[in-house]
Structures are given as structure tokens and as C-alpha cells.
């Protein structure tokens, strides 16, 4: 198959799929190397699709149907160790809450986001265990810990009491 046919499947995939797919098993899935589809993705970025990549994988960001399942965002500013990493993220979503992004302010690029899509316990145990046996860091490492989340949840009231729990942890901004 030729690289137009590759990434007509990638495409293909991604539409039918209800939820991320990693570089990896489309690798698998097409017989090729998994640089060779973060070029694809690349390349079908760069003329017009919008791919997300999250910590589990690619969505059409068209297909995010995990975007739509709230009806309140609001964003949060952070501080925390790395050792509270798991309980902030655990907080967000025993709420029943999304974790949508991460950003920082950066000195030299200005803000930088990362898409998380974080939904369960399970979802952050994924994106911990990416943490620990990769080399790359939680972008909030380039700022002592300072970031923003946009949150996605069912209500304002539901979000207030997010706030509330992280202001009691110490991990909330004020």
C-alpha cells in the first residue's frame, strides 16, 4: 500500500474508533513503524485534519464525543508536587469530571497546552504510568508546578465542589 492509501486508513480508523488510538497499534494494525504513522499524522495535520493527540492516543477531534458530554468548562490554576499529581487528577474525576488539557505559560514559547482527555481512575493510572517509565516530563516541570486545567463537568455546582476539594488538598490557586 502506498502512503495516501496508510493514511486514508488512519483516517478511516479514527472516524469509526470511540476512543484514542495510539501511534503504536496503528502501527501494528498497518505493518508499519510507529514513526511512520506520527509522520502520517503529521502530514494529514498540516492539510487541514484536526488530530489530537492524547496520553492514550489519536482522536478526529470532530469524533471527540468525550467534549460533548458536559455542559460546564471551567479552568482551574494549580500547584502541586509531583507527588500529588495522582491525588489532583483522582480528584477531577471522582467528581465525575473531564480533564480536558494542561496548560503552562511559558517564559520563552508563551502558553503551551497538552490535550489530556482524562476521564476515570483508570485514565490517570494510563497518563502516571507514561510519566514513570518515559523520559518526558508533565509540562507543569517547566513552571514549579504552576498550571491550568480546563475541566469539563456537568454543572457549575459540580465544578465549585472540585475547587472546594483541591482549596482543602492545597493543589488550587486562589
Known sequence: MNAGERRELIISHLKSS?????????????????????????????????????????????????????????????????EQLREELYTIVDFGAEVIDVTIEHSLYGQLSGRLNIISRYDVDVFLDKIKNSTDLPLSI????????????????????IKQTLESKNILIK
Open 18 to 82: 470511540s476512543a484514542p488510538t495510539s501511534a503504536s497499534s496503528l502501527a501494528t494494525l498497518l505493518n508499519v513503524s510507529r514513526q511512520i504513522i506520527v509522520s502520517d499524522v503529521a502530514i494529514l495535520r498540516a492539510g487541514g485534519l484536526d488530530i489530537s493527540a492524547t496520553p492514550r492516543g489519536y482522536i478526529l477531534s470532530e469524533y471527540d464525543t468525550a467534549k460533548n458530554n458536559h455542559n460546564f468548562e471551567g479552568i482551574l490554576a494549580c500547584k502541586h508536587t509531583a
Open 142 to 161: 517547566l513552571t514549579e508546578g504552576v498550571h491550568l486545567h480546563k475541566i469539563g463537568c456537568r454543572d457549575e455546582n459540580t465544578y465549585e465542589l
